[in-house]
């Protein structure tokens, strides 16, 4: 039979970020306790108090390392493969449509005619977002023609990094990356991810700083 100190563990180490709360000191202890009770009185296959469950958060911080939650995204991250940058993006999203599947593999003809042209588009379930670049806008214009058009946003551009094949398998590692750019300010317009590339749309104006950003967890 696990203790309640070995059960709050086990349910903290399952999330990075919560690991992360707690050694930066910015976890409600009770509201913690309160949420992860249930948790705990299903392993342990009995009630608890809540004050046995706040006590086990307590003497859990210390037993936590920020270097320790870091370590294993950092590593990760130095395999992490070339940062690829494009300029001169455009962001579109329009409402879903019965027509709109068709307009979208017309303009992927048109692109493959092109050299060098980026496009990504993601399927919502209400909305359909594309991004490319801006040279195809005209004839993005004239295929979209009745379409209805959500938001539209230019002068944008992408950072593409490829990621190691075992990226799935190692927990936070977004979080890590989308936590360190959010603390410097800088906006993200769209993330559209594969397998095993992940991509950044921002504001052409934010690019150096992102870069440099990214560049120096890759390197340091």
């Given amino acids: 039979m696990i203790t309640i100190a070995e059960a709050v563990e086990e349910i903290v180490r399952k999330s990075p970020f919560l690991e992360e709360a707690i050694v930066d000191g910015i976890v409600n202890y009770t509201g913690l306790a309160r949420q992860i009770m249930p948790e705990v009185e299903e392993k342990l296959m009995k009630d ?22 870091e370590h294993e995204v950092l590593d990760y991250l130095k395999k992490m493969g070339e940062i690829i940058v494009r300029s001169d993006l455009i962001d579109y999203t329009f409402k879903n449509s019965p027509t709109l599947l068709g307009k979208q593999q017309e303009l992927l003809k048109v692109i493959q005619g092109e050299k060098d042209v ?33 938001s539209k946003k230019e002068n944008l551009a992408s950072l593409t990094m490829r990621l190691p094949q075992d990226n799935t398998s ?23 991810s594969t397998t095993n590339e992940f991509t950044l749309i921002l504001d052409k104006n934010d690019v150096n ?12």
């Fill in 118 to 150: 980026f496009q990504a588009s993601s399927k919502g379930v209400y909305e359909t977002n594309l991004v490319t670049s801006k040279k195809m806008l005209d004839q993005l214009n004239q295929i979209f023609t009745g379409e209805e058009i959500i």
């Fill in 209 to 220: 700083r992102t870069f440099g950003l990214l560049h120096n967890l890759v390197n340091d």
């Fill in 48 to 69: 608890v108090q809540i004050g046995g469950v706040v006590m086990a958060i307590q003497r859990l911080r210390p037993k936590l390392s920020k270097l320790d939650i």
């Fill in 170 to 192: 190692v927990p936070g590692i977004y979080y890590y990356l989308l936590k360190k750019i959010a603390w410097e300010g800088i906006n993200i317009v769209e993330v559209i």
